[in-house]
Each structure stands twice: as structure tokens, then as C-alpha cells.
């Protein structure tokens, strides 16, 4: 990953207090990638499971980096200036949290299982319309990359959409304590990462402390949908949303459309997911004082990101490219959304949800017994827990297959598909399940 640095002298006096080092330079970006470096950048080489960025530091040197953290002592190079450090994980740390502090801007903090990507990509393409405003490229939302991305932050910009992501327990809280952000949004809770956490509950103890972060003037977005979030209080500014009653922004579901507090949005296709989603910028943006109408005019032609359940025509089948990540709720709620859709047939791709720890076979259990009840016509199972889902699936109208390969999921897929038909494939990231979509596999 490389950030652009915008306000390279304020990040520069930064750098120089913190380093107590009046010789660092103005520096364009930054990045933990050596193939990534630009002239005039900072070099950050972190040692990681499989590679030790200090083997990478002449490539970086070589590619145009001035500045160069190091853990270990390396040579001398003409014009590029290294700074010894016990830790470089701990340096970009330090550096986030001064420069958050030298910055004017407020930060909105965005975390849940589902839908924090697509929450945060919406968000900042209705707000940055009339405020100065910075996101989080990509998914840059882990203890590595949501400091990083802060270095891109400029003494002019309004406003700072962040993603927190975390794997483990604490991560959010660390985040939170580097980023300091003034409101929060939790998009959701469910059995997503469970392997690392133990427990849903633990999930939504670690999400939690987002909104435990804020402060007191700050605003704590609620999704009243949610029973792990529906019950709290906090001491900032509470604005409540959701499907299931009456809130500050009250929301229904009508399949090709939403309503919220009676202004109807169009959906691209009748999916829940991005219901929630549309329902919790909306929420957002109202409350940061956008107009309605311009926030329904932008929700209405924004693009479905890559794999978030976008549409795709490929070899003149129809796909809901869903395959970025998955667990139940997740997967749930993509596969109601295909039997709203009028096809010929309805066919389901799916590959095993895994970091689910324990609850690995029961999660694809329930699955089963979901599509089993739902006006589906084909599961083709990849992977080994998938199994687990297809066991129970004892419709009669239901066509279920298993696939030790993709090559051979693909060559039966085109066989038993045809144009009329919307085929809806979803798995974990580790599954690529993208490659059966677009026939790349090797």
C-alpha cells in the first residue's frame, strides 16, 4: 500500500519533533511496498510472516525513497536519510496519532461484520460533495493500514471517513485510541472473524468500543435492526436508524426500493445488504446536514463495488459477484435477494465461509436448512465445509452438486446455465471464488 502525503510541510515539522531530526525531508507518500515507492518518499519496511521489508530497503532506494525507518543498521546511501527505530509498528503508530492531532478535521470511525467498505465508499461520494472530505482507500483497515492512510489526512480537509477492521481482540480499541475519532458507525454484528474472537459476544464487545471511544459531543450511529446494539447507551450524541420500527431515520424494505422517513430510494435489485447500507449513509449524511434529494440522487446511481454484489454479464450469463467475504448473515441475506430477482433459474455458487472457529460446521448447517426452505434451483458446492450445506438440502426441486475444483464447477456451470438465468456466487476471501466467475484458473 502507498498514501499520498497532502500537506507535506505540516507533516514534515511532524516527523522532525517526533524524531527530534531537523534534516527529514518533504516527503510526496509513503509506503510499506518497495515496488510502490515514488521519488520523494518514505520507506517503511516492515518484517511480516513471509517477508522482512529491510531486504527490500535498496529497491526502495533505488525507486526514489529520501527517508527510510529501519529496525536494523543498515549502510549509508547518498541523499536518503535513515532513522533508527526499536519498532516501526509502534513509529507509524506515533506518527498517526500526532498528526490526528495536528489536524482540523473530524473523524467518523466505521466498523461492523458486513458492509463496512461499501458503507464507507457511499458515504464519503455524498458527503465530499460539499465538504473537504478523506477516506480510507480500499480495504487500508487493519493496525497497519488505517494509521498509514491517516498520513494522507490534510489541514483542509472537513471531515475523515475511517474503516476499522480488526481480526483479534483489541484491535478496534487500538484504532480507536490512534485515530481518535469524534463519531462512530457499526454497521452490524455477526459470526464474522469468530475463529480469532471466541464468541459473538466477544465480537460485539470488541466493535463496541467504537462507540465507547467517542466523545461526549460526538454522534453514535445505532442500527435498531441489531440485537447486539439495540439496548446500548453511550454518553455521545445517539441517532438511531433502522428497519424495524420508529426511529430518528425509519427505513422499509419494498424489494426495488427503500423508504426513509418517507423519501423513496430506488435499489439496483431488491438486496438486503445494500438496504442497510443505503439506510445507514443515509442516516449519516442527514445528520451531517446534506439535503435528502441529494443524498437519494447519489445513492441511486452509485456503483455496487467489486465484489460487494455487483452485477456482472460474463460469457452472456448474468452474476451477483458477492465473493469478496462471507458468513451467514452475509450470505443470507444475498441469496433472499436472488429469489426476488425474476430468472429462469436461480442458481447458487458457493464456496465454504471460513475464520468461523467452532461454529465452522454448525454455521454451514444452518445455511443448508436457510436454502432449503428458499425458491432456489442449483447449489454447486466448493470446498471442504461446504459439504456441510449441501447434506442438508433435501428439496427435490433443488440441484445439488459438490467440486473438489473450480475448473470442473466452471466447465458443469456453463453446461447447466444459460442467459435467462442469475447465478449468485459468494465464498471467504481465501476462497477466490471470483476466478469461476471470470474463468481465470490456471
Known sequence: MRVDIKSKIEFKNVLQKIFNNNKIPILNGCSINS????????????KGSRFDGHDFIDEAIKNGAQLILTEKKIKDYPNVISLHVKS???????????????????????????????????????????????????????????????????????????????NKSGEIKKLCKI??????????????????????????KNKLHLFESLPNNGYAFINMDDKYLNKLSFTSNIITYGFSGEYDFSGKFLDNFIEVNGSRIKLPYPSKSIAQNYLATYSVS???????????????????????GEIVIKNNRKFINDTYNANLSSCINGINAIVKISARKRILVLGDMHELGGQTKSEH????????????????????????????????????????????????????????????VKGSRSMKMEEIIYNEVN
Open 179 to 204: 485515530a481518535q475519532p469524534n463519531h462512530g458507525l457499526i454497521t452490524n454484528i455477526s459470526n464474522a472473524h469468530n475463529k480469532y474472537f471466541g464468541g459473538i459476544e466477544n465480537i460485539a
Open 35 to 46: 515496488k510502490n515507492i515514488y521519488k520523494g518518499d518514505m520507506f517503511l519496511p516492515i
Open 365 to 424: 448447517i444452518k445455511l443448508g436448512k436457510v436454502i432449503n426452505k428458499l425458491n432456489i434451483d442449483a447449489l454447486f458446492g466448493l470446498g471442504e465445509y461446504i459439504k456441510f450445506t449441501l447434506e442438508r438440502i433435501n428439496s427435490k426441486k433443488i440441484f445439488t452438486k459438490h467440486f473438489n475444483s473450480k475448473r470442473n464447477l466452471i466447465s458443469e456451470l456453463n453446461d447447466y446455465s444459460n442467459s435467462d438465468d442469475i447465478i449468485y
Open 286 to 308: 442527514a445528520t451531517f446536514g446534506i439535503n435528502p434529494s441529494e443524498i437519494i440522487a447519489i445513492l441511486e446511481n452509485a456503483p455496487i463495488y467489486s465484489g460487494r
Open 88 to 166: 516501526i509498528m509502534d513509529s507509524i503508530t506515533t506518527i498517526a496519532s500526532k498528526w490526528r492531532i495536528n489536524t482540523n478535521c473530524e473523524i467518523i470511525g466505521i466498523t461492523g461484520s458486513n458492509g463496512k467498505t461499501s458503507t464507507k465508499e457511499i458515504l464519503n461520494r455524498i458527503i465530499s460533495k460539499s465538504k473537504k472530505t478523506m477516506f480510507s482507500k480500499g480495504n487500508y483497515n487493519s493496525t497497519i493500514g488505517l494509521p498509514i492512510s491517516m498520513f494522507s489526512i490534510s489541514k483542509d480537509d472537513d471531515l475523515c471517513i475511517l474503516e476499522m477492521g480488526a
